[in-house]
């Protein structure tokens, strides 16, 4: 079942009616011929040419008005699987557009089945990808939709998966930017093949009401038609198709096909706002509104700034119909977000407009991603993401009347920083709707919110972590702490340094003079002196070790360490660090980044200059041949933790590979930190860093992944 072919004629055809550059429209076609020449008489399974659903994808774009550097992207898309590099791309185009051929490609590589435990990953790499440039999703989900078009091509289960995949990940994503013509046909196809007979059952009940619908339709629009063109209204009015999806969805919810009110739909096209309210008015004067079921998303837009009144009233023979009012360029937004937006206002500053209302909407991806690197647990971070960017949200309002869109389950702490960190700091109650609640209060879809603050509150309280429901809250309250730890660890560092000086009978202005200062930050590799405090506070340097550096004392670090090491009889030492070393619980201990080793691990100590004590695993070949300056550690069995190592697997190209190897890791306990995949052509190299809790159970991960088919090799390296 062969699609119809486009041309890039087609496609330069259909960008040339927004793109005016003729620069611009050049490039594109250099692009298509780069590809075609790339892509030569690559097949997919559907029948049709590798290069036909790269100008599929771009025309899907075009639907968007992405511009010129989105569309070359898209028709380079898996250019980098066919002997073809970034820095080949960024020659011939540019930077900008190699990095988002690079992003697409990132998240390309990575295969998600959704029923595991490490969609987290999947999550993190789309996010990343959202949070550099929007464009590379527009890209992936251009993509995935043209694929889901010809997913009849591949085998039932693959199907399924694709299906799901794109239901639970992708469609969601396609509605939180406010793209409802992607978001809509990704979720009819994925309902089509996961659900097959569902999807069929519903299909049938349509086409057996499809004339009455029709009739009823008509004669509404005509009803709705006269009554706009007497008042002077002009206006334009389609029946709405109700999606195969979301008649689904109402299904599930217990709802009988008869009781779905928007299955008879219209949607009328204005000139004006001001027109969707007379309009309103005048459809109201006619027809009977049913109770509770008019929605003014018009004054009060949704985040992805979707625009529109909804309305349901009782029409032609007591059939219930949908009405939704909007302006054309409402109309724009809603179907294809906020890209075509951009185009669509055709302004000199457009693209500075759409650049802010973006960064305004990204804010809350990269405070996901930022509460991520806090190495919380992948499942939390999968379930902070399913909640603020997949899930319904609830919009509330300020006192002001202003719009607050947040997820559902939040409380007035997350409402009080999503306004601003200054009220979250400063917060001291809540009162929702005219009623005081306690600060755990779930808030509900159209309260009204007043955060009470104190200018003079010292900060919010650590319980609160417990009780917020965003990251961003999250993100916001563990920023204040860490501040506050960091000052005072710098202020105990300044008091101990005091204290030592005064029993040496030394002043302030004597030691701690410019020059000798300059000394301290060059010799340390520190950028200031709260740096040098900071130190002392938390134990890596003593007061009287930068006391000696000042006063150049003959005796360097490693001759006082080694003499201390040295010393008999010396007692066992209580300490917070990873590596204990016999004598001391001052010396600062760092593990090796050749080496990367783990509890479990033979280690040995090698005593550098004015860095502490380095540790390494004993068959380190860059200690291999150092007989001086070397001292005796052991793991500190009291440190309960993962520790970082890298191991390389080597093996043959095989779909979905990865995945199996990160299905591993749970009956060991191993963590995944990074990937980085090298391709070989007839083999691949993944060079991974693992968190591993001792060395046993790193051996039993690395096991378990050599018994995977296909595996040639698993091992550590040191570096």
């Known amino acids: 079942m062969k699609e119809k072919a486009i041309s890039i004629d087609d496609l330069l055809s259909k960008v040339s009616t927004y793109i005016k550059d003729d620069k611009e429209v050049d490039l594109i076609k250099k692009a298509y011929e780069f590809a075609n020449d790339k892509y030569f008489n690559e097949m997919r ?33 898996e250019i980098l699987n066919y002997d073809t590099t970034i820095g080949e791309i960024e020659s011939l185009f540019s930077k900008q557009i190699g990095k988002l051929v690079s992003g697409i490609s990132k998240i390309n590589k990575l295969s998600v089945n959704t029923a595991s435990n490490y969609n987290a990953t999947y999550y993190k790499k789309i996010l990343i990808g959202l949070c550099d440039d929007v464009r590379v999703i527009y890209i992936k989900l251009a993509d995935r939709l043209h694929n889901m078009r010809t997913l009849w091509a591949i085998p039932e289960e693959k199907q399924k998966e694709k299906a799901k995949e794109t239901l639970d990940i992708l469609a969601p994503i396609a509605h939180r930017l406010g793209i409802y013509h992607i978001k809509s046909e990704l979720e009819d196809l994925s309902l089509r093949y996961h659900k097959p007979d569902v999807y069929f059952d519903i299909l049938k009940n349509l086409n057996n009401t499809k004339v009455e619908r029709d009739n009823a339709i008509k004669e509404m629009k005509e009803n709705i038609s006269s009554i706009l063109k007497e008042n002077n209204i002009s206006s334009e009015i389609k029946g709405r198709s109700k999606s195969i999806y979301s008649i689904y969805n109402k299904l599930q919810k217990g709802r009988r096909f008869k009781e779905i009110y928007d299955i008879l739909a219209l949607r009328v096209y204005v000139d004006t706002e001001q027109n969707c309210y007379l ?50 360029e409402m109309d724009q937004i809603a179907e294809y977000g906020i890209a075509s937006h951009w185009s669509y206002k055709e302004q000199n500053d457009g693209g500075k407009a759409l650049q802010n209302v973006m960064e305004q909407k990204l804010q809350m991806f990269r405070s996901l991603i930022e509460l991520n690197n806090d190495d919380n647990d992948p499942e939390e971070f999968a379930s902070n993401v399913k909640s603020e960017i997949l899930d319904d949200n609830i919009y509330l309002f300020t006192p002001k009347g202003d719009v607050i869109e947040l997820p559902i389950g939040s409380t007035p702490i997350d409402f009080a920083y999503r306004v601003h960190t200054g009220v979250g700091d400063k917060m001291i109650g809540a009162i929702v709707n005219e009623t005081i609640v306690p600060l755990d209060y779930e808030l509900k879809d159209g309260d009204i919110v007043k955060i009470n603050i104190n200018k003079n509150s010292k900060g919010p309280n650590r319980e609160w972590l417990n009780i917020a429901k965003t990251a961003q809250a999250k993100t916001k309250i563990k920023n204040f702490f860490s501040k506050i730890d960091k000052d005072d660890t710098i202020k105990r560092g300044e008091e101990l340094l005091q204290k030592e000086l005064r029993k040496q009978k030394l002043t302030f202005a004597t030691i701690l003079t410019d020059k000798n200062i300059e000394y301290l930050l060059d010799t340390l ?42 010393t008999p009889n010396v007692k066992p030492i209580i300490s917070k660090n990873d590596v204990l070393v016999e004598g ?67 093996s043959e190209q095989k779909e979905n590979l990865l995945l199996e190897i990160i299905g591993k890791t749970t009956p060991s306990n191993i963590n995944i930190q990074s990937i980085n995949t090298i391709n070989h052509g007839d083999y691949i190299v993944y060079d991974i860093i693992v968190l591993a809790p001792d060395k046993d159970r790193l051996n039993k991960f690395m096991s378990d992944v050599s018994s995977i088919s296909h595996v040639h090799k698993v091992e550590r390296i040191t570096k």
């Open 45 to 77: 399974l559907d029948g049709n040419s590798l290069i036909n659903h790269h100008l599929n994808v771009a025309m899907i774009l075009t639907e968007l008005h992405s511009d010129y550097e989105t569309i070359i992207a898209s028709l380079l898309h």
């Open 525 to 566: 590799n520190l950028s200031s002196i709260e740096d040098i405090y900071h130190g002392i506070g938390s134990s890596k340097f003593t007061p009287n070790y930068i006391i000696n550096l000042i006063n150049r004392e003959t005796k360097t670090k490693e001759t006082i360490v080694l003499e201390k090491l040295s």
């Open 279 to 328: 309009a309103l008015g005048l459809i109201h004067s006619k027809f009977k509104p049913v109770p509770k079921r008019f929605k003014d998303y018009v004054a009060m837009p949704k985040e992805n700034m979707y625009q529109s009144l909804h309305t349901t009233i009782f029409g032609v023979d007591g059939n219930l119909f949908e009405i939704q009012i909007r302006t054309y």
């Open 584 to 650: 001391s619980d001052e010396i600062k201990v760092a593990l090796a980044n050749c080496c990367m080793p783990i509890k479990g691990d033979d280690i040995i100590g090698y005593i550098t200059k004015g860095h502490g004590i380095t540790v390494h695993r004993g068959i380190c070949h860059n200690i291999a041949n150092i007989e001086e300056r070397i001292v005796n550690v052991s793991w500190n069995e009291n440190i309960d933790k993962k520790w970082p190592t890298s191991i390389i697997i080597e």
